[in-house]
């Protein structure tokens, strides 16, 4: 017997479709579903069971369609149209939901992912492996490490995935004793395993660590005896880790890793690039930014940032203008950071009016509301040039209370400028809000002693002393 057009099983193979290659006519399909009934339960029909289960085949169909389109909003919304139209959930239902929880705005994924897992409980799908993987994965996405660990602890025989989520969202906690502890328990680990382990580390500042574990990963064979290969996840944390590290060696680290992927012919991605630059621009080697920027095949809002960022900070501040002007050429749209690259090279190179003009550009040409980070920056630019009565009537404009970066940045241009009174007002404002931060009272003691204020320095030193407030030493590197 030939099949319908719009019978429900025609639908669902259309959907199925659609699902591996998203497209609008997912919503021409959903209004027919919706206009001939198929997504309503039949009672005609519980007598068969392949019959009562095609309402919530269709549902699940219609909520991986709408994920994969970029709807996550919608797919949530589709539950609620299942349950209030009574067809059960089954496990395949939830993993979708799950993943658009975490990807659905304004809503936060905390305020969703409990209900939800407490409707697979109670549909009888929370004992699924896939589901509680998914869950997992939620779970450490939110660094909700208790409901994470409980979770796993109910698993007879984790599998690896689970094993990498658990390991993710003990990294997130800040927990990498516990999170080490499992990596070597695990009987099999692949490259997400490591990179996880890699990534924890470099979350939590331990950069040398990072740089270590990518090491004992290339020394040897994993992952039921195979040898271990790093994906790009890998690669962009090692090298973000070798760019914010301090101990000696970094750089090489960084260039080894760099051998590697040309070596072994690994295409460069835009993040793995963007990476690069930004470790050969921290690290004064500009020269290998530029050249690693001209070779990318494909470069990306955050690749311009990085390459702007990197020209400023190696005292190519004019250079780093012309780069915004060449990214905007390229009919690309700055975003927050680009802004805050480009306005702290102005800042370094005293562009003031410049400087200036793009910060009124932000909201009337780009439509973005400027932070607090790029106050900072117009702080700092002004402050620099010495005009530091403008400074502070900037600071009185900002819509917010400021920080106390703003308020440090003008502090610090009444240290190059020797303004003592207007470092006094700003030092009580920033000792009553930041009162054990030790670079405040030195930065204000060297303004004093700048002055021949000697008498003011000696008792901000004494007040340091007697509060236990230490000055952390500072220490050279070479590389």
Not at 85 to 109: D, I, M, Q
Not at 150 to 174: K, T, W
Request: a positive charge.
């Amino acid at each position: 017997m030939r099949r319908m057009p719009n019978s429900p099983e025609s639908l669902l193979q259309l959907l199925q479709r659609f699902t591996k290659h998203p497209t609008n006519q997912i919503k021409q399909v959903h209004s027919l579903l919706l206009t001939t009934g198929n997504l309503l339960p039949n009672p005609e029909n519980t007598s068969s069971n392949h019959l009562k289960w095609h309402p919530t085949l269709l549902f699940n169909a219609l909520i991986r369609a709408y994920l994969n389109l970029g709807q996550p909003r919608t797919t949530l919304l589709l539950f609620t149209h299942m349950l209030a139209h009574r067809c059960p959930p089954n496990p395949h239902t939830f993993p979708p939901l799950v993943k658009a929880a975490a990807a659905s705005s304004p809503s936060p994924a905390s305020n969703l992912g409990k209900p939800l897992h407490a409707q697979a409980i109670k549909r009888g799908a929370s004992r699924d492996p896939f589901v509680q993987t998914s869950f997992l994965n939620l779970y450490a996405r939110l660094s909700s490490v208790s409901d994470a660990r409980g979770l796993f602890e109910e698993m007879p025989e984790p599998c690896i995935v689970a094993c990498n989520a658990m390991l993710d969202a003990l990294g997130r906690s800040g927990d990498m004793g516990s999170a080490l502890g499992l990596f070597r328990r695990m009987a099999v680990r692949d490259v997400v395993s490591w990179t996880t382990v890699i990534n924890g580390y470099a979350r939590n500042g331990c950069f040398a660590e990072a740089i270590l574990c990518f090491e004992k990963m290339m020394a040897r064979e994993d992952s039921a005896g195979g040898v271990v290969k790093p994906n790009e996840a890998t690669f962009v944390s090692v090298l973000s880790s070798c760019s914010n590290c301090n101990g000696g060696g970094a750089l090489y680290q960084g260039k080894q890793v760099h051998g590697y992927i040309i070596k072994n012919k690994v295409e460069l991605t835009v993040f793995m690039g963007t990476a690069l630059i930004d470790l050969y621009g921290k690290m004064g080697c500009l020269g290998y930014a530029v050249e690693v920027f001209r070779r990318m095949a494909v470069k990306e809002v955050c690749t311009w940032n990085t390459m702007i960022s990197s020209l400023a900070l190696n005292g190519m501040e004019k250079q780093a203008v012309d780069m915004f002007e060449m990214m905007k050429t390229e009919g690309l749209h700055p975003n927050e950071v680009t802004f805050v690259a480009v306005l702290s090279a102005c800042a370094r190179a005293e562009l003031v009016d410049l400087g200036l003009e793009l910060f009124r550009s932000m909201p009337h040409d780009f439509g973005i509301v400027p932070r607090m980070e790029h106050y900072g920056c117009v702080v700092d630019l002004l402050g620099r040039a010495g005009l530091l009565r403008e400074a502070a009537g900037f600071i009185s404009t900002m819509p917010f209370e400021p920080d106390a970066s703003v308020m440090g940045a003008l502090l610090g241009a009444c240290k190059v400028h020797g303004s003592t009174e207007l470092a006094n007002k700003l030092a009580r404002w920033l000792l009553e809000s930041r009162p054990r931060h030790c670079g405040q009272y030195v930065l204000l003691s060297t303004v004093y002693a700048g002055a021949e204020m000697w008498d003011h320095a000696v008792a901000l030193r004494k007040a340091m002393a007697e509060d236990g407030i230490q000055k952390i030493p500072a220490y050279s590197m070479i590389d």
